[in-house]
């Protein structure tokens, strides 16, 4: 990997480091005023009933979501187009000044598609985990007004993370030291986990507590490892979209202009990708996985594209300082 391509990766990496806490907060926050806007009645009711998708009608209905996650999207918007205003300023130095158009109607599409896949995501995840939790209660036979007391509480939860934390929960009752080996335990937590199964077991309180605090870390993850992906994808696309800006208006040939993909490559590197890198395309074309940039139909995806005008990396004509600098 050459000097530049470095400095490109390390300037697209840390706009999205900038961007990614403020979505985490932002996500947080959504998730808090899903678990305040929500009624326990309403609920109870809904679950006796046995209607669930009644609750993505009323409680969590379109409009809820939406509202919740209004300010998640505001972010994000603003990160792509802040970040594609930064790429121009890395452009090649006949490209150099222009004005980036966040009002185009490609650009306006981009980002709402990239809006879709995001936000679209985080209100699937919340979907998804109170279904899954009401559908198991009701399996269950536990008390309809136990399971909206509880409902809250895994708001914020992926899908997955929910049998995560009801498995914790079961091996803290079973005196399982499976416990221990838990992603997330508080270490803490360990040393009375340990005592405790040595002995009489741990009390209801504290099996409460420690599930309580394994379900908040898990909420944490998951809106860190939201807003960690979707700050990267932000920034990949406001790269392309400053290369089109330029593009469009004539001051890059886009018939010369490719992008080469480019990857971490350390043992987290999907294998997959490892085979794709130095794949080379037109700008505006796909690469041959079909992904049109890097990690676009995958999660968590940390590769990205690499601008070339006639096999030399792009911005700045072989100005470092504007890499640095942006």
Known sequence: M???????RRRLERRASQLSPELRQSILRAFNKLRASVSET?????????????????????????????????????????????????LPASARGI????????????????????????KDGVRE????????????????????????????????????????????LDGDLSALERTLLDKRSVGTIRKAFAGNGL??????????????????????????????DANRLAEHLGYKNAVDQGFL???????????VLDDRERESHVLMQGNTVPWD????????????????????????TNGQVRPGDGDLSALVAA
Not at 156 to 164: E, K, M, R, T, V
Not at 253 to 263: N, Q
Request: with cysteine; hydrophobic share 40%.
């Open 2 to 8: 050459s000097p530049t391509e470095i400095l490109f």
């Open 42 to 90: 309403q609920l109870e009711q809904i679950i006796r009933s046995q209607q669930i998708e009644l609750i993505f009608e009323g409680p969590l209905s379109a409009q809820v979501l939406d509202q919740a996650f209004a300010a998640s999207q505001k972010t994000l918007r603003n990160g792509v187009e802040q970040a594609a205003e930064s790429v121009t300023r890395t």
């Open 99 to 122: 004005a980036f158009n966040v009002l185009s109607p490609d650009v306006v599409v981009a980002i709402r598609e990239l809006d879709t896949a995001v936000i679209g995501g985080l």
């Open 129 to 172: 985990v109170v279904r899954a939790y009401v559908e198991q209660g009701l399996r269950a036979g536990v008390n309809p007004r136990e399971v909206a007391r509880q409902l809250r509480s895994v708001i914020g939860l992926a899908p997955n993370q929910l049998s995560y934390v009801e498995n914790f929960r079961q091996e803290l």
């Open 203 to 232: 009390s209801e309180g504290q099996i409460d507590k420690m599930t309580e605090a394994y379900r908040q870390s898990w909420i944490a993850t998951n809106a860190e490892t939201n807003a960690r992906t979707a700050a990267l």
């Open 253 to 263: 040939d886009g018939g010369t202009l490719t992008k080469r993909w480019s990857g």
């Open 285 to 308: 074309g796909n690469f041959s996985n079909g992904q049109f940039l890097p990690g676009d139909t995958e999660y968590n995806c940390r590769c990205i594209p690499i601008y070339e």
